[in-house]
Structures are given as C-alpha cells and as structure tokens.
C-alpha cells in the first residue's frame, strides 16, 4: 500500500515538472504569455489642420447668435427698451423676391459649402519624421532642424548655422570662415547625422562667408 501511494504521489510532480498541460487543462495561461510582445508602433503625429480655424469661426458665430438671443429675450420681457434684432430681421426679408443679386450669393455660398466639406475630409498635415524604428519613433520638424545645425556647427570652418526642415528637405544656411570645402562637409555631416530617419530628405546647404 505504501508504494502506490508513493507511485500515486509522484505521478502528479512527474507532470508538473514536464511543463505539459494535464488532462482537462487549455494551456490558456501559458499561450497567452507566449503572445506576449512589443506594443504596437505609434502613429505619426500630425498637425491641427485647417479645419480647426472654420471651428473656430464658426464657434464665435454661435456666440455671437447666442448673444443676439439673450439680448431679444430681455427686450421681450420689458427689461430693456427698443426692439428684438430679430423680429426686425424678419420683417426685411418679409416679402422678399428674386433679385439678381441672389445668383452670385447662392454660387458663392454653395462654394463655401464645398471648400468647407474638402476641408473637414482633408487628410491633416504631418508634423513629423519617423525614425528607423520598430517601435514607432518620431521627430518633430524643429527638432530634426536642431539635428540638422548641430551636425553643421561640428563642421570645420562653420561659424553659425541655421536650419529649416520640412518632411522632404533640410535647408542649411551656414556663416564659415570662407574655406572652400565648407559646403560638402556640411553635406556630408548632415547625410550622417540624418541617417536614422526613414526617409532621409533632401540637404540643402547655403553658404555665407565671413564672420558675423
């Protein structure tokens, strides 16, 4: 009896021990650990777009109707003397008829309604440079124009730098000393310095000789 108890005891060890699931368990715990991984890549930042101002006009817009309100209201209520804004409103375009005038109105305000429809569906701007990366890397335009006058003031030669950035090309303007292989050092730094970025823009360097 002792050793069945003992050959009993150990079966159960002998499958803990070998790592394989035991009858009438999923392996759900260890498959989900075995999915584990790196989180995914984040998305390119990108910038406010122009439908962010027709927002904000259109926000002052509806203050400016609710202030209108708000003042009828109180000419209503004997509060205030004189006559609501828009009871007069109404009475101007009481009886109005087809003037020429309204043509070029219409047209103008159905296409204010088309340039309003293509802006809100406008894919916004991107404000920044992905890097080589696997995890979703960015650099924002000023910074990658940063990058861009560092690498230019370890130039021999260089003086000062200034840099403008866009998504496809890196304008460098430089004050050096007037040596002549100025301009290909600079290009050559920025090709280097610029090399993690996934799609490496375009160098543009400009020089100015003399000190400042």
Known sequence: MSTAATSA??????????????PGQSGRG??????????DPAKAPVGSGAISVVGLVLALLLTAAGVVAIRDAVVR?????????????????????????????GAALILLGLWLLLTALRPRRRTAISVTSSTGVFLRLRDVARLAE???????????????????????????????????????????????????????????????
């Not at 260890?30 to 989180?39: D, E, F, K, T, W």
């Not at 009475?91 to 309204?102: Q, S």
């Not at 840099?163 to 090709?191: F, K, L, Q």
């Not at 280097?192 to 996934?198: G, I």
């Open 9 to 22: 005891d150990a079966a159960p060890q002998s499958d803990a021990s070998s790592g394989q699931p035991r």
């Open 30 to 39: 260890q498959s989900g650990r075995g999915r584990a991984g790196a989180m």
């Open 77 to 105: 209520s004997g509060l205030r003397a004189g006559q609501p804004w828009t009871e007069q409103t109404l009475r101007a375009l009481d009886g109005l008829t087809a003037a020429g005038w309204m043509v070029p109105v």
């Open 150 to 212: 560092r690498a230019a003031e370890q130039v021999d030669g260089v003086l000062a730098a200034r840099a403008r950035a866009t998504r496809r090309a890196v304008t460098v303007r430089v004050c050096s000393t007037g040596s002549c292989d100025v301009t290909e050092g600079v290009r050559s730094a920025e090709s280097k310095r610029l090399s993690a970025l996934d799609q490496i823009p375009t160098v543009k360097v400009h020089l100015d000789k003399g000190a400042r």
